[in-house]
């Protein structure tokens, strides 16, 4: 089963800091383009950030100079760093690949998957 998995998230000031990781299963085989999305209570789900295989960024306005986002693509793990937080950060975090490829069936070709979700992790930032 594909899935990719947030963790991370929790309290932190305004000012403070935090680093969100998205971690693909076992037997994830590739992952091209991810996104970091975060969603505000009762709002549509928004695009923060993404990074492309390549290593290609793109930032939301409100995010950038705060956020970094980074990838290990070995170890297919996606990094969201939150610097200088502020209280309008406060939202649940989702990491979403735009293509996955895995091999969980024992495939030798491995099995495409498009926007893959993961499950939300929260951050709430007190004034």
């Known amino acids: 089963q594909v899935q990719l998995v947030e963790s991370g998230g929790g309290l932190a000031q305004t000012g403070g800091s935090l680093r969100l990781t998205c971690t693909a299963s076992?037997?994830?085989?590739?992952?091209?383009?991810v996104g970091w999305y975060r969603q505000f209570q009762g709002q549509e789900r928004e695009p923060v950030a993404r990074?492309?295989?390549?290593?290609?960024?793109v930032y939301a306005d409100a995010v950038k100079g705060r956020f970094t986002i980074s990838r290990d693509t070995t170890k297919k793990i996606i990094y969201l760093q939150m610097t200088n937080l502020r209280p309008e950060d406060t939202a649940v975090y989702y990491c979403?690949?735009?293509?996955?490829?895995?091999?969980?069936?024992?495939?030798?070709?491995?099995?495409?998957?498009?926007?893959?979700w993961g499950q939300g992790t929260r951050v709430t930032v007190s004034e």
């Open positions: 979403k690949g735009d293509e996955v490829w895995d091999v969980s069936r024992g495939n030798l070709v491995p099995d495409r998957h498009l926007d893959v």
């Open positions: 076992e037997h994830v085989f590739s992952i091209n383009g």
């Open positions: 990074i492309s295989r390549s290593g290609e960024v």
